[in-house]
T-cell receptor, first 117, second 112 residues
Framework: GAVVSQHPSWVICKSGTSVKIECRSLDFQATTMFWYRQFPKQSLMLMATSNEGSKATYEQGVEKDKFLINHASLTLSTLTVTSAHPEDSSFYIC?????????????FGPGTRLTVL | TQLLEQSPQFLSIQEGENLTVYCNSSSVFSSLQWYRQEPGEGPVLLVTVVTGGEVKKLKRLTFQFGDARKDSSLHITAAQPGDTGLYLCAGRLRGSNYKLTFGKGTLLTVNP
């Protein structure tokens, strides 16, 4: 089956620093990748959708200058949390899809736990 | 406002019992999916339903999509401790695109 990996699996950083999270599709080419955020005991909230080679589309309320997304290849997307603050502490999950049809499956990564001190 | 309402939010049962989790909306979905998520991990897809009235079975799990494609249910027969986890429904709105809208989830605990 399709496998999506994330790195790192967890990260602790100081307030004000930037953190980069990688999302890779290991055995398929992902034209579209999605980034979600999940707070404790809450559901997944879509942050942005990225297509390879183009700018990401951010959901309402998500600051694009704070959450930088780069989808440089068909197997790699990165999310950079710039000038992180404690309220950015969350579980960040990516998913990857082979297309943008409503029937295309999203394959989820294992998530990255970010803790900002 | 939550587009997909899941109930119950929490469910704690004994091994061997049956249970049903509901996912409701006032909107119509072109497809709906159920995921299971364990702590510290990403969600794992269990099933996708696309046709109104569709019923799918996965071993002891039975999934149903409402006739009007606005709601869905997940029924587990003879629950086992290994069924413990967060069950999430997620749907794609009709006429929308590939975006998935998630419910808040049902946290199931099956006690041995």
């Amino acid at each position: 089956g399709a496998v999506v990996s994330q790195h790192p699996s967890w990260v602790i950083c100081k307030s004000g620093t930037s953190v980069k999270i990688e999302c890779r599709s290991l055995d398929f080419q992902a034209t579209t990748m999605f980034w979600y955020r999940q707070f404790p005991k809450q559901s997944l909230m879509l942050m942005a959708t990225s297509n390879e080679g183009s700018k990401a589309t951010y959901e309402q309320g998500v600051e694009k200058d704070k959450f930088l997304i780069n989808h440089a290849s068909l197997t790699l997307s990165t999310l950079t949390v710039t000038s992180a603050h404690p309220e950015d502490s969350s579980f960040y999950i990516c998913s990857a899809s082979t297309g943008t049809l409503s029937t295309d499956t999203q394959y989820f990564g294992p998530g990255t736990r970010l803790t900002v001190l | 406002t939550q587009l997909l309402e899941q109930s119950p939010q929490f469910l704690s049962i004994q091994e061997g019992e049956n249970l049903t989790v509901y996912c409701n909306s006032s909107s119509v979905f072109s497809s709906l999916q159920w995921y299971r998520q364990e702590p510290g991990e990403g969600p794992v897809l269990l099933v996708t339903v696309v046709t109104g009235g569709e019923v799918k079975k996965l071993k002891r799990l039975t999934f149903q999509f409402g006739d009007a494609r606005k709601d869905s249910s997940l029924h587990i027969t003879a629950a086992q401790p290994g069924d413990t986890g967060l069950y999430l429904c997620a749907g794609r709105l009709r006429g929308s695109n590939y975006k998935l809208t998630f419910g808040k989830g049902t946290l199931l605990t099956v006690n041995p």
